[in-house]
């Protein structure tokens, strides 16, 4: 696969502009879980991934994250890039360069403004940079970019390595190029795009929280066990998997603060359930911490 440093010039009209390749090197900002699948998917693109966290130990924890997903790749017999691939490290000056560069920062509106503006105080003009936000407005982060037009949402799913879709988000201001480009990039790491307009939850967000807490109100009312209300969502309707058991696997936490967001923007429709924020509160946030609605040993 032929790569790129950075993407062509957004002004060149569509019959100007070569085929948009891999950029050659790709930057995640935040190496949790989502962070780390989001490097493991470029990393096996053929892509180098600059990997950048709040501080050292983080840093090591990323980068061990990320070599587990390329060895359970290498055992299902894909082939998996030199070590030297991936950095990981606090600088975002390590960005400088990269074609584009991911923010996979917790789900919160300030955390991402602040690391959106560290992103774009260090990278090149030509440098698209994306979000991997899940709920929150994509406008509302790019008022504060210098370069809207180069910035847009890509949301990945978890886990990313089993994951096939990624929610491409346009702004009101990303260039068409942008978008355009971004898709093929998500085509070229073996995902399939949607492009979805700016609106908070975007497409899938918006219907799987308003599945999610649904679920959780019936469980809190009684209606039927956890399992059971996720089997006749697997069994009636065939989704591969239930609404509370996903909750889980996405994190309560997270999807509290989607809900939140939701809420702001939707009305009382979208008001998290007392026993998801009980939950939240005292620790149990799914399968990271061993446990949410179903107990979890395989953290």
Not at 21 to 34: A, D, H, K, N, W
Not at 215 to 243: F, K, Q, W
Request: with cysteine.
């Amino acid at each position: 696969m032929t790569v790129h440093s950075a993407a062509p010039s957004v002004g060149a009209s569509a019959a100007d502009r070569p085929p948009a390749s891999l950029p050659l090197t790709v930057g995640v900002l935040g190496g949790g879980r989502m962070g780390a699948g989001i490097a493991h998917a470029f990393l096996l693109a053929g892509c180098r991934v600059h990997i950048v966290e709040r501080d050292a130990d983080a840093a090591r924890q990323a980068r061990a994250r990320v070599e587990a997903d390329l060895e359970r790749s290498a055992a299902r017999g894909r082939t998996v890039p030199d070590a030297d691939a991936l950095t990981a490290g606090t600088d975002p000056a390590a960005f400088a360069g990269a074609g584009l560069v991911v923010e996979a920062v917790p789900e919160d509106r300030a955390l991402k403004l602040d690391a959106l503006s560290r992103i774009e105080g260090v990278i090149d003009d030509a440098a698209v940079v994306a979000s991997n936000t899940s709920s929150i407005s994509i406008d509302a982060l790019a008022a504060s970019l210098r370069r809207p037009a180069r910035f847009l949402g890509l949301h990945f799913f978890n886990p990313v390595p089993a994951s096939a879709l990624v929610e491409v988000v346009a702004g009101a201001h990303t260039a068409p190029g942008v978008i355009e480009w971004a898709t093929q990039w998500v085509d070229a790491i073996g995902k399939t795009a949607v492009v979805v307009r700016d609106a908070p939850g975007f497409a899938s967000s918006r219907l799987g929280v308003a599945l999610g807490l649904e679920a959780i109100r019936m469980l809190e009312d009684g209606v039927a066990s956890a399992h059971d209300i996720d089997t006749a969502m697997e069994l009636g309707y065939r989704h591969p998997m239930g609404p509370l058991r996903t909750t889980d696997i996405v994190g309560l936490d997270v999807r509290l603060g989607i809900a939140e967001e939701l809420e702001r923007a939707y009305g009382a429709r979208f008001a998290p359930p007392a026993l998801l924020r009980r939950l939240v509160a005292e620790g149990h946030l799914g399968r990271k911490t061993g446990r949410g609605f179903y107990e979890w040993s395989d953290r």
